[in-house]
């Protein structure tokens, strides 16, 4: 197990534009850490850089307190997951897992003893006779880690593995890895655009935007208090909903809704020209209060209601745990849990 940490890190792939920022981060000892964003923030390329596969312009990257710039690939003690599981198609899965380990000139002995270990773990070992072409997808990816868990590396990382498998598999996956997590206890970094898998799966996320840092925390944590617009439209399934509006007299005043805020210090002083109120779905209450609102189109999930409203000028979404049946353009009460509500200045779009 190790520690991994990016110091001051610069990448730029033209001389006009940097992907990665001056990026900081100390990744613990044992952390499962879930680098979170949309495409092209810079996530893959972070993976990569503490792989050796890129080289970065400026910046030093730590794996257990070993300064590894200048080191091979090959020498840092990683592994890593890809998302196209990228297997030997010429070798059956037994090879495909015991590859590595003849690289390191290990005893046959101990290598048939490891891989059966490694494939009886991940439910693969009917399969060790087998070559990748005759393995389904969930099958290819757990094969995969095993290639990865056989070595016994001091980091695991991986980038966004889960992406090609669909939905009912991609849950199993979730599972099976984050259970791994807490039979291993080695350091993994895990790569994804999924916020679902993040929320899942970190015990601390990092969510990133144009190859900066826009928040790190525990899943609750960055739910509950987005640092900015940004996490809390990326953040939660649905999003945040957003009110454009402004506070006078400690109350929040939008088209057709107004509420009261309490002592809330905006960035402008007492009075706010323009704030964002921001609300989750789960904490808009129905019928109950003295906001009206008027019914869009009703999602029936099962378990759950997502509820598409009309506010005035703002659509907003709200989650219903029953099966109330709603019929569009009907109108009831509405009311926001001003105890988890956020505001943000409009300009910066960052939490006030």
């Known amino acids: 197990m190790a520690s991994v940490e990016f110091k001051n890190i610069v990448k730029k792939y033209s001389d006009d534009k940097a992907v990665i920022k001056g990026f900081n981060l100390k990744i613990e000892d044992g952390e499962f850490t879930v680098l979170v964003g949309p495409s092209g923030c810079g996530k893959s390329t972070l993976l990569r850089i503490i792989a050796g596969l890129e080289t970065v312009n400026s910046g030093e990257v730590y794996i257990d307190n070993r300064l590894v710039n200048d080191i091979s690939p090959k020498d840092r003690d990683i592994a890593m997951v ?29 290598i048939d003893k490891q891989v059966k270990f490694v494939a009886g773990m991940l439910e693969i070992a009917e399969l060790l ?117 402004h506070i006078a007299n400690q109350r929040f005043i939008s088209d057709k809704l107004e509420v009261p805020v309490g002592n809330l210090e905006c960035l402008a002083g007492d009075d706010c020209a323009s704030v964002v109120l921001g609300v989750r779905p789960e904490d808009i209450q129905i019928g109950s209060g003295l906001i009206e609102a008027e019914l869009i189109v009703a999602e029936p999930l099962g378990n759950e209601t997502l509820l598409h409203l009309q506010i005035g000028k703002s659509t907003l979404i709200a989650r219903k745990n029953s099966h109330d049946v709603y019929h569009p353009g009907s109108r009831f009460p509405v009311s ?17």
């Open 129 to 245: 006779g087998r070559k990748p072409k005759e393995l389904s997808g969930g099958q290819r990816q757990r094969v995969a880690l095993g290639r990865a868990i056989v070595r016994n590396p001091k980091v695991f990382l991986f980038d966004e593995p889960l992406s090609n498998l669909d939905a009912k598999l991609r849950v199993q996956m979730r599972t099976q890895i984050k259970k791994l997590h807490q039979d291993l206890k080695t350091t993994m970094i895990y790569v994804t655009h999924d916020q679902v898998e993040a929320m899942t799966m970190g015990d601390r996320i990092i969510i990133l935007k144009d190859g900066e840092i826009q928040q790190i925390g525990t899943p609750i944590a960055v739910y509950q208090k987005p640092a900015n617009m940004f996490v809390g439209s990326f953040i939660g399934s649905p999003a945040m909903n957003f009110i454009e509006g």
């Open 82 to 110: 890809f998302q196209n599981y990228a297997l030997y198609p010429h070798m059956n899965v037994f090879n495909n897992l015991a590859f590595g380990l003849k690289l390191r000139k290990i005893a046959n002995r101990e």
């Open 336 to 352: 926001l849990d001003m105890n988890k509500v956020a505001f943000f200045d409009s300009i910066t779009q960052m939490r006030i």
